[in-house]
């Protein structure tokens, strides 16, 4: 089945400058890449996707860039915020049965 | 709208006890999802619902079993608990089978 590493485990940044989280994945046949964060107590929520037909998508300060040849995509924030500190979680779609493939998750921390 | 809704949020359960984890969504989508989350872990799937009437395992299936009621709701059962079901369990729905997912807020259960 899909198996998704996700590095680094800890980030921790300065307020304001920017955060890299990195992905691979190693189902060739996978197709949707989406980014979830979850602050504590609560569920993961959807803050950005990309689809394999596209190497990069931004939403404000958020972006996500995928290269499909080497399997592994990223997420993207500039001019972290106190509010972006929370885990970070990648996941890869590879159609069928599986669902969703999460990766283990990276705990942001933005220092003030 | 309310989005995905679950209930319990905690739950202490003793060895061989039952129970069922309630979840249901108002946003009309055809396709539920159970995960448990464990620390380090990142989400696993346990059990889908691609369409109403259908259900199908996921990774994680054993000690677990189902119910699509119907379109909105998606039940979770444990039919005799064991302490390596301690866990988070979340609850996701989305428009179709490559939509993007949305969570719940989780049940947190411990099974001493």
């Known amino acids: 089945g899909e198996n998704v590493e996700q590095h680094p485990s800890t980030l921790s940044v300065q307020e304001g400058d920017s955060a890299v989280i990195k992905c691979t994945y190693s189902?060739?046949?996978?197709?949707?890449f989406p980014w979830y964060k979850q602050e504590l107590g609560k569920g993961p929520q959807l803050i950005i996707d990309i689809r394999s037909n596209v190497g990069e998508k931004k939403d404000q300060r958020i972006a996500v860039t995928l290269n499909k040849t080497a399997k592994h995509f990223s997420l993207h924030i500039t001019e972290t915020q106190p509010e972006d500190s929370a885990v970070y979680f990648c996941?890869?779609?590879?159609?069928?049965?599986?669902?969703?493939?999460f990766g283990k998750g990276t705990h942001l921390i933005i220092q003030p | 709208n309310a989005g995905v809704t679950q209930t319990p949020k905690f739950q202490v359960l003793k060895t061989g006890q039952s129970m069922t984890l309630q979840c249901a969504q108002d946003?009309?989508?055809?396709?539920m999802y159970w995960y448990r989350q464990d620390p380090g872990m990142g989400l696993r799937l346990i059990y889908y619902?691609?369409?109403?009437?259908?259900?199908d395992k996921g990774e994680v299936p054993n000690g677990y079993n189902v119910s699509r009621l119907n379109k909105r709701e998606f039940s979770l059962r444990l039919e005799s608990a064991a302490p390596s079901q301690t866990s988070v369990y979340f609850c996701?729905?989305?428009?179709?089978?490559?939509?993007?997912?949305?969570f719940g807020p989780g049940t947190r259960l411990t099974v001493t």
């Open positions: 189902d060739s046949a996978s197709n949707y």
């Open positions: 619902s691609a369409s109403e009437g259908t259900t």
């Open positions: 946003m009309n989508h055809n396709s």
């Open positions: 996941a890869a779609w590879r159609g069928g049965a599986d669902g969703l493939t």
């Open positions: 996701a729905s989305s428009t179709d089978y490559l939509g993007e997912q949305y």
